[in-house]
């Protein structure tokens, strides 16, 4: 049996590749192409957390969690050659897909990201879903991280996949209208469709893990080695979500700024969550998974942005910062009270309970970013969209000069 990991370097592939590897005696084959590093950097940014080149990562993974069964493949997922040839010489049972460029704010930068963004994750999707049919491994599950991005939202409580229509005294399920907010969110709603289409023409299982806003640094696994397991932490305007700006920004010393109200919730899961998810879908019997196209919301609460600013205030006095909690002007068009509900029932059939809370995943954020604590402050600007972008923009304005003077 042969399990293929994409993204692995990414935050959550990582800790994920490790975690399946050390439950099974399978093959883990772990793919990237380092992205993820390149746009980081290119928005002038970079990882709280030394991120350690692979080649020593898998060592450490060898000698502190006695993991000897993942290799690692560096390729592009859009180059459909790579990912003919990694289909057919590894022969995936189970591709779990973490990959993609993940980042709502920077897809929105210009019309040149969102084109890249739209191009790279969609046809590395669309290679691999067309490859195990190519290849004749339709049998294969295929597991995609997705959104819960792809659903808005709404004023109802959200499902978990698809919603049920009425119209002149018909009723029907179908899929869940694509309601996403931004060019990032929009590729996995198009993801989504691809599989479902996937599903039905190639009748691959496939399972649709729409994963919420993830927060911490630890699993399990990572807590094995301070120095080469740990997986990359974001903290930056573009690719740092909510609660891992908020702790940067109580490191640097700045209060936790919330936008209006802040009584506007959001769907959370844990990074321990996320992975264990994943691992258990990747490691699940053939005879017992789904076969057919299953779509899991992997969250296990909704959390309101004031609470997630009161909490971070409350755990950061606990390491010695005096974090004041301050309210802004909301220069977002959008519900500062909405109540978020959403069903989760099917994913936390497939975890059991959850395993991590948001107070802790937030004292793990504290007790990692103590010590890097340097880095933040030298690059606290990044949590600021403006200077950016001002950079951006001077970036692209000095490259179309020197196309001009070529020209």
């Known amino acids: 049996m042969t399990i293929l990991v994409t993204g692995a370097d990414g935050y959550i592939g990582w800790p994920t590749a490790l975690r399946i590897a050390e439950r099974t005696d399978d093959r883990v084959v772990a793919v990237d192409n380092f992205a993820r590093r390149e746009w980081v950097s290119e928005i002038g940014s970079t990882s709280a957390i030394p991120i350690r080149e692979m080649e020593e990562r898998l060592g450490a993974a060898k000698a502190k969690l006695d993991v000897y069964n993942l290799s690692f493949v560096e390729g592009d997922l859009t180059d459909k050659d790579f990912v003919d040839e990694l289909l057919s010489v590894h022969e995936p049972d189970t591709v779990v897909h973490t990959a993609a460029q993940p980042s709502a704010p920077y897809s929105q930068i210009n019309g040149e990201r969102a084109n890249y963004t739209q191009h790279n994750n969609l046809q590395a999707t669309r290679n691999l879903l067309w490859g195990l049919e190519e290849h004749d491994l339709t049998d294969s599950h295929f597991i995609e991280t997705t959104t819960t991005g792809v659903y808005g939202a709404p004023e109802f409580p959200i499902p978990e996949g698809g919603a049920t229509m009425e119209n002149q005294g018909e009723r029907d399920d179908v899929p869940f209208p694509a309601m996403a907010g931004s060019w990032y969110h929009l590729t996995k709603s198009h993801d989504a469709a691809n599989m479902r289409l996937a599903h039905q023409q190639f009748d691959i299982p496939i399972s649709d893990v ?43 010393g700045y209060p936790v700024t919330v ?21 258990r879908l990747a490691l699940t019997d053939p005879d017992e998974r789904p076969d057919d196209y299953t779509v899991y919301n992997q969250v296990t609460r909704a959390i309101s942005i004031v609470e997630i600013a009161e909490t971070i205030s409350d755990v950061a006095s606990e390491f010695g910062y005096d974090v004041a909690v301050e309210h802004f002007e909301n220069p977002r068009d959008e519900d500062e009270t909405h109540k978020m509900e959403i069903e989760n029932d099917r994913y936390m059939d497939l975890v059991g309970e959850q395993a991590q809370s948001f107070e802790e995943g937030v004292r793990d954020i504290f007790e990692t970013l103590t010590q890097y604590e340097e880095t933040i402050t030298a690059y606290e600007d990044r949590f600021l969209p403006g200077v950016l972008e001002d950079r951006i923009e001077e970036e692209q304005a000095d490259a179309d000069e020197v196309a001009a003077e070529l020209d």
């Not at 936008?259 to 691992?279: C, H, I, M, N, T």
């Open 210 to 252: 729409r994963t919420a806003i993830a927060y911490g640094t630890e699993t399990a696994e990572t807590r094995g080695d301070d120095y080469h397991l740990k997986t990359r932490f974001d903290f930056d305007y573009y690719f740092g979500t909510v609660a891992h700006r908020f702790c940067a920004q109580a490191i640097a």
């Open 259 to 279: 936008y209006g109200k802040g009584e506007q919730r959001k769907p959370f899961v844990s990074l321990e969550d996320a992975v264990e998810g994943l691992a």
